[in-house]
């Protein structure tokens, strides 16, 4: 017995070394946080201090927000120190059950064991300047930076004036700490990727001429990749395809506060993806589009959108398809499991068809809605100022606005019910499934054709909740109908 004790201690004592090397490496796995040094000048302190880990973590200020942008692995304890006194703070997507450790009267703190977009509101003020924490998994590969094809924007420094056209196969890489003010560009280019954890500021591009001043703005374009950057104070659409075939759009943020500034708009796609997205607009969060001088058989066809993250704020919606619909058909579109925040006006999910098109098999899946303060479901066919025939003279709209539920919605002229009826398309097979809706208030909805012809028919409604509830007929839905055929909630 004596003999088997020596043994086994000296074997210890010879592979004492690796054992605690090996510790080291293992506790590095387990908590490890990466961030970037902002340009001189660019991050403040002026309303958050953000430490993760114990390390000092950039804050950016917008109009309307501020952020920090880190990655991790295993564990990170997030420490906020505020200039405001902080009696509450809700963090948001609810889902991810995490909640504060008030450390003093303007601190506080909370641990997250995984990477996710998030939304700290103070005191229940939803314009108090929230402060979003943006945490992502580490990055695990980049572009080759000595390859001819790769255009890299180095971490730390600040590029103004920015107004990059694309080519085929080429690669934009924003590092991490890299701020490019202006927007990139393409047209009829094929493999073009964007990617980074640097940030496209548009706080210059307000002086562009008009279609200048999207940040990434690619037309005719076929295998695009755009992923993981920040979107930073965009003044007018954000992220526009047009007319682009097979396009990722994977965990980038997008922090705006200002008139147009859709976040994404996919214009006549096809094959697109979006993933992981968190998006603070203005405007919609997300528009589907098939407008444009293409020909109407060239549908908007197969556009998954999912695990987003949605705050839309006092313009537009959440999740919009809409409203320039001019294609035949609009078709296989599917939004699942995202979290929408706040819907401060408008719809959370919303067909808005001022065109021609047949919009059809769409489904809404798993989607958790914690505040929406006007409309829940939005399905409409309507004459609009948006539409092929809509008439954008100001006095025109001035005298023939709709002011109520929608924006952009005209009054026909008397006696042009028949030239603007050719214009109009129809909406079915709609799928809501597992919607809940888990805060405020229960906003209404509205289905709506434009006559018994040219209407919205074959909505099916299925698992609808509100607070834990299930709804089951129109009057505890708050659903109004008009020119609707067959819908059903079970």
């Known amino acids: 017995m004596k003999i088997f004790l020596r043994s086994v201690s000296l074997k210890t004592v010879a592979i004492l070394p690796f054992l605690v090397s090996l510790l080291f490496l293992s506790l590095t796995a387990i908590s490890q946080v990466t961030t970037w040094q902002a340009p001189v000048g660019f991050a403040s302190d002026k309303f958050y201090r953000v430490k993760v880990n114990g390390s000092q973590i950039p804050v950016y200020d917008t109009p309307i927000a501020s952020y920090a942008i880190f990655d991790f692995s295993g564990e990170a304890e997030v420490e906020i120190n505020t200039m405001f006194d902080v009696r509450w703070v809700d963090i948001r997507p609810l ?88 927007y990139l560009f393409a047209s009829g280019k094929k493999n073009i990727r964007i990617c980074g954890r640097g940030i496209l500021d548009g706080s210059l591009n307000k002086d562009l001429p008009e279609n200048n001043n999207r940040f990434i703005s690619l037309t005719d374009c076929e295998n695009i990749t755009i992923e993981d950057i920040t979107l930073h104070n965009g003044t007018t659409w954000q992220v526009a395809l047009f007319h682009c075939n097979k396009a990722e759009i994977n965990r980038i943020r997008i922090v705006s506060e200002s008139g147009s500034d859709d976040g994404m708009d996919i214009f ?59 294609s035949s058909e609009v078709k296989n579109i599917r939004f699942e499991n995202i979290d929408v925040i706040h819907v401060e006006d408008g719809a959370t999910m919303s067909i808005h068809n001022a065109g021609q098109a047949h919009v059809h098999q769409v489904t809404f899946d798993h989607i958790r809605v914690e505040d929406s303060r ?44 028949a030239y603007h ?70």
């Not at 450390?103 to 641990?111: A, E």
């Not at 996710?116 to 979003?132: D, H, K, T, Y």
């Not at 993933?275 to 589907?288: L, N, Q, R, Y």
């Not at 058989?297 to 313009?315: A, E, M, Y």
Request: hydrophobic share 35%; aromatic share 10%; proline share 4%.
């Open 95 to 182: 889902r991810t059950g995490l909640m504060p450790e008030y450390t003093g009267d303007n601190s506080f703190r909370f641990k997250m064991k995984n990477p996710e977009n998030i939304s700290l509101e103070l005191n229940g003020r939803i314009r108090q300047q929230p402060l979003f924490i943006l945490a992502g998994k580490p990055e695990r590969s980049r572009p080759d930076r000595s390859d001819k094809n790769v255009i890299w924007f180095e971490g730390g420094k600040l590029y103004k004036d920015v107004k990059l056209e694309l080519q085929d196969n080429q690669t934009v890489y924003i590092e991490g700490g890299a701020v490019v003010q202006g």
């Open 268 to 326: 006549r796609c096809t094959n697109v993806v979006i993933d992981g997205v968190f998006a603070h607009t203005k405007d919609d969060c997300i528009a589907i589009k098939s407008g444009g001088d293409y020909p109407a058989d060239q549908p908007t066809d197969h556009i998954l959108v999912k695990n987003c993250v949605f705050w839309n704020s006092l313009w537009g919606n959440a999740i919009e398809i809409g409203f320039e619909l001019y």
């Open 374 to 417: 006007q409309k829940l479901f939005d399905v409409a066919i309507f004459f609009s100022q948006w539409g092929p025939d809509g008439i954008r003279d100001p006095e025109f709209i001035r005298k023939n606005y709709l002011s109520g539920a929608w924006d952009g919605v005209q009054k026909i002229p008397e006696e042009k019910e």
């Open 421 to 490: 009826r050719q214009f109009r398309g129809t909406i079915s097979d709609i799928v809501f499934k597992d919607i809940q809706v888990v805060g405020g208030l229960l906003p209404f909805s509205v289905f709506h054709g434009f006559d018994q012809q040219k209407n919205v028919s074959e909505i099916t409604i299925e698992n609808l909740t509100y607070m834990g509830n299930k709804l089951t007929n129109t009057k505890s839905a708050k659903i109004r109908q008009q020119n609707t055929q067959n819908l059903t909630i079970k």
